[in-house]
């Protein structure tokens, strides 16, 4: 499986982003996919999941109301809609897949994408 995140880059606080994931080499109708973000000298964090087959959607207390996670059966593809960002968002952004039950706990991601970069001026 590979997982290819894009869509990073540089915007002013208040401002939106959308960031994409193409997962591709197999089929994973009953995994999870997530997004996680490592901001400098920081650990990862949690950002967002959704299921892939029941769509269900799972957010961080720090991002619900602003980002939205959403997917693309047809494409093989989750986005991350970005909204109202603020410079405490400023991070590189990771998309991962897993058979996973615990949807922060990124230990049970198996597949890991390389992560765009997301930085937000204040």
């Known amino acids: 499986v590979q997982l290819q995140a894009s869509g990073g880059g540089l915007v002013q606080a208040g401002g939106s982003l959308r960031l994409s994931c193409a997962a591709s080499?197999?089929?994973?109708?009953?995994?999870?996919m997530g997004w996680f973000r490592q901001a400098p000298e920081k650990e990862r964090q949690f950002v967002a999941a959704i299921s892939w087959r029941g769509g269900s959607t799972y957010y961080a207390d720090s991002v619900k109301g602003r980002f939205t996670i959403s997917r693309n059966n047809a494409k093989n593809t989750v986005y991350l809609q970005m909204n109202s960002l603020k410079p405490e968002d400023t991070a590189v952004y990771s998309c991962a897949l897993g058979p996973v039950r615990v949807k922060s706990n990124q230990d049970e991601y198996v597949y890991w994408g390389q992560g765009t970069l997301v930085t937000v001026s204040s």
């Open positions: 080499g197999r089929t994973f109708s009953t995994y999870t």
